[in-house]
Structures are given as structure tokens and as C-alpha cells.
């Protein structure tokens, strides 16, 4: 599975890079306060340059402009370096502690990035004794002048943390680039966690099979059978679903035409999973119990599709890749339920030929799945639910966006991208309409009995 980010140079040595293959000052300019220090930095690393040599930073990847407490490290890890040492500052990862620390993205985890500084060979006694300097040169400054306005102990050089290849020149105050700054590591940290969260709930199963039926005592509910009792309710349900279905391992390999069990296996582990996947969610325990029901009914079936369509990306399949190893098949004469709606083919054209053109990457579908749990502001909510689901639209796609825009540079090409995802968005819709002719046929037909959970789910999602 691809991991999130790339990760940075972590050995406490000069790195060199060949002219050929690194951009040039003019194409990331690094943005901070200059002094004299930082005028003879700026001096040493033009020199560098003109010498055919580029410096790295061997915190974080990006230029550097000389040493730095001992290590060859940009403005930005140099400043986070100092400040850190001179607040005597702790952080706590929100991960396992081995985030990786690259230049496009690394205010994401602020405890890791210290890690690496320490890692790297980074000198806190020199970050000590530049401040013990500072405070005797102030003080000289202002027993010699006798003026104030140097009163606080801060060195000449005050360095900003920014993206230097995504942040312009024009920007503005440094204030506001600090803000900016800030506001970029937070959406990049959110797309971390809801991409971290997506494959622990795909990971999840039952440490054993007996476990599972602690709730409900039956026959396999997991195999298809009709061990699933018919009248659990939806709310019982989501609260507990592994009265629906147990978590079996997530096996998208679709290596075999699907069967009726098959389906109705896939359904409701689906369903198990969605339920693991909303209540895992911080933006989700916001909700009262009750707006939780309401965005849970009406958005199980655009996610499932979702699942489905990007297991069908990945694999390749001409059809509709299951949870369970199987797959629904676009052509007729192989499908077990008649499709009426021509709805795998649909899904076919409208999804996963899309999906798999763009290479949409792990972290664009976590926040997909994101985005589509709080896309619509559903009447039955409650207005503090629909203040909580408004917020959290809000925040996805707006770390659907700077994600996007930290690996296209090209600001057209980045806004094409997210236009395109956002259309793949009303595609998932229009599949969950397109399957009420279906879902009436095989209810008409007694083909399948979905259970009494379901009913909800298709009262409020298969349905205009």
C-alpha cells in the first residue's frame, strides 16, 4: 500500500546533489527576515552553488544555506531546532513516532521533526550558547546606546517555517506566512490521520471467530447463510455490527465470479466495516446518537459504492469487486441477481475507469470516504448536527485540496484534479439511485432477503 509521504535524508552528513537534478534558488525561495548572519548564509550557499554544489537539509530534504548547530539544515528546521530547545518544548506524536519528515510537509508531526533534528546530529549546546550570546550582545547594545529597544533576548536572525516551493515570495508579512505555515501542517495532519485511520479500519478483524458472537449466539452469520437475524433493527445495527457480520479479513482480490451468498456476505461486512469506519471517526463522535442514524442511513450507500469501485480500480476486474474475494460481473449471462439498471456496467464506466486513470493515490480515497459521510446537510439533523457536519465537509475537502496542491504545483492542474474528484463524488450518488429498480425487482421476486437493518438504508438512500 503507498505510504503517505517519502521519506527525508536521515544521515547527520553532507549531502550533495548534482545541479542537474535539483531546482535552482529561483525555483524555491526561501522566505525569512534577513541579517547579517542570513545575508552571509545566503552568500555561502550562492557561493555553493556557483561552484556547482547544492547543500540539503538533512532534516527535512530541502536547501540549505550552510551549517547549522553542527548539520547542514534549512531555515526552517534551523528555527524549529531553536525554538524548541530554547522553550525547552515536549511533543507528542499522534502516530507510532516514525512520521516521515519531508520539506512539502514537515509541520505535520512536530515531535518526529525534533526526533529527526536530534537524529541528524543537531546540537542543543549550540543553540544554548547562541542565546547566551545574544543576550550579552543586547545588553552591550543597550548599556552602550542607552535605548530599549532591544529589550528582548532574541537573535538577529528570525527564521519562519515555510514550504519554500509552495510558498511565494509575495506572500506578505511574516505573521501571516506563520500563519499560513500553521494552517498547512494542520490540513496535511488531518489527511494523515484520516489516512492512517482507513487502513486500521480495513486491518480490523476478529482476533477469533468465537469472539464475534459474544452479542448474538447463531449459526455463521459471516458465510452467507441465513444466520443473520432478519429483525435487528438499523440503530441496533450500527451500534453493533457484528450482529450483521463479523470482521473477516478484507480480501478485494475478486478472483471468482460471486454468488448469491457471496453478495449478501459482501453486503453486510460492508456494512460492518462503514460502521467501524464513522464510529472511528473523531468528526463523527461529534454528532449526538441520534444525527449519527440520520448520516449513517443516508450515506452507507454511496460509501459502499466507493469501496467498491476503487477495489475494482485496483484489482482490474470488468465488474464489482467484493469485500470477500469475489466479484460481480458486468456481463449478464455470469450475474447471479439480475442487474436491471445495468448498474456494474455503470459503475464501470462512471468509477472505476476514472479511478484508475487518475492513480488516485491511498490518501485521496481515506478523504473521499470523508467527504461523502458529511456530504449532505440532511433536514432530519438536528441544527447542532448540521453545524458539526457542515464543519467537517469543510475541513476534508479542505485538506482534499492542499493535499492535492502539495503534489501538483501547477495551480490549473491541481484545480482540474479536485473538479474531477468531486464529479467521481456525484457518480457514487447517482449509482445509489440507479440501484432502486434493483432492489424493488429482487424484493418483488423474494430473491433476497436483505433483513429488517437494511430497510432504513434503502428507505433513505435508494430512493429519490
Not at 441496533?236 to 454468488?259: E, H, K, M, W, Y
Request: with cysteine; glycine share 8%.
Amino acid at each position: 500500500m503507498q505510504q503517505l509521504y517519502s521519506s527525508a535524508p536521515s544521515s547527520s552528513t553532507d549531502i550533495k546533489l548534482e545541479p542537474a537534478s535539483t531546482p535552482g534558488p529561483a525555483g524555491n525561495a526561501a522566505i525569512f527576515t534577513p541579517s547579517k548572519r542570513g545575508r552571509g548564509a545566503a552568500a555561502a550557499a550562492a557561493a555553493a552553488a556557483g561552484a556547482g554544489t547544492v547543500l540539503v537539509c538533512v532534516v527535512c530534504g530541502d536547501q540549505a544555506f550552510g551549517k547549522h548547530y553542527g548539520v547542514n539544515a534549512c531555515n526552517g528546521c534551523k528555527g524549529f531546532f531553536r525554538r524548541s530547545v530554547w522553550n525547552n518544548r515536549t511533543y507528542l506524536c499522534r502516530f507510532d513516532g516514525n512520521c516521515a519528515i519531508a520539506k512539502e510537509h514537515r509541520n505535520v508531526c512536530r515531535a518526529c521533526r525534533l526526533k529527526q533534528c536530534f537524529q541528524s546530529g543537531m546540537n542543543p549546546r549550540a543553540v544554548q550558547s547562541e542565546r547566551e550570546l545574544a543576550q550579552n550582545r543586547v545588553k552591550d547594545e543597550y548599556d552602550a546606546e542607552g535605548r530599549g529597544e532591544s529589550e528582548s533576548p532574541q537573535p538577529e536572525m528570525t527564521s519562519h517555517e515555510v514550504q519554500t516551493d509552495s510558498v511565494k515570495s509575495e506572500c506578505g508579512s511574516p505573521q501571516m506566512t506563520m500563519e499560513n505555515n500553521e494552517n498547512d501542517g494542520r490540513m496535511l495532519e488531518v489527511a494523515n490521520r484520516v489516512y492512517m485511520h482507513n487502513l486500521r479500519v480495513l486491518g480490523r478483524v476478529e482476533a477469533t471467530l468465537e469472539a464475534a458472537y459474544s452479542v448474538y449466539s447463531g449459526p455463521n452469520r459471516h458465510s452467507g447463510g441465513g444466520g443473520v437475524p432478519t429483525q435487528v433493527g438499523f440503530t441496533d445495527a450500527f451500534f453493533n455490527p457484528t450482529l450483521i457480520s463479523i470482521r473477516t479479513p478484507i480480501t478485494p482480490t475478486g478472483v471468482r465470479v460471486a454468488q448469491m451468498p457471496d453478495v449478501l456476505q459482501d453486503w453486510r461486512r460492508c456494512f460492518t466495516l462503514f460502521a467501524d469506519w464513522c464510529s472511528g471517526l473523531m468528526e463523527f463522535g461529534r454528532l449526538c446518537a441520534e444525527d449519527q442514524i440520520v448520516v449513517a442511513k443516508n450515506r452507507f450507500g454511496p460509501f459502499y459504492w466507493w469501496l467498491c469501485a476503487e477495489w475494482s480500480a485496483r484489482i482490474g476486474c470488468d465488474g464489482v469487486c467484493y469485500a470477500n474475494g469475489t466479484y460481480f460481473p458486468a456481463d449478464k449471462n455470469l450475474q447471479c441477481l439480475p442487474d436491471v439498471s445495468n448498474v456494474a456496467e455503470r459503475m464501470v464506466a462512471t468509477l472505476v475507469r476514472p479511478i484508475h486513470e487518475m492513480a488516485i493515490d491511498e490518501v485521496e480515497k481515506a478523504l473521499v470516504c470523508g467527504i461523502i459521510i458529511f456530504q449532505d446537510e440532511l433536514t432530519a439533523l438536528t441544527e447542532e448536527g448540521k453545524a458539526a457536519v457542515r464543519e467537517a465537509r469543510a475541513l476534508f475537502v479542505k485538506s482534499l485540496h492542499h493535499y492535492v496542491q502539495t503534489r501538483i504545483k501547477d495551480n490549473t492542474l491541481a484545480a482540474m484534479r479536485i473538479g474531477k474528484l468531486t464529479l467521481l463524488l456525484a457518480a457514487a450518488t447517482n449509482l445509489v439511485h440507479l440501484t432502486n429498480d434493483n432492489v424493488e425487482l429482487n424484493d418483488v421476486l423474494h430473491l433476497v432477503d436483505w433483513g429488517d437493518w437494511s430497510t432504513d438504508i434503502r428507505k433513505h438512500s435508494y430512493s429519490e
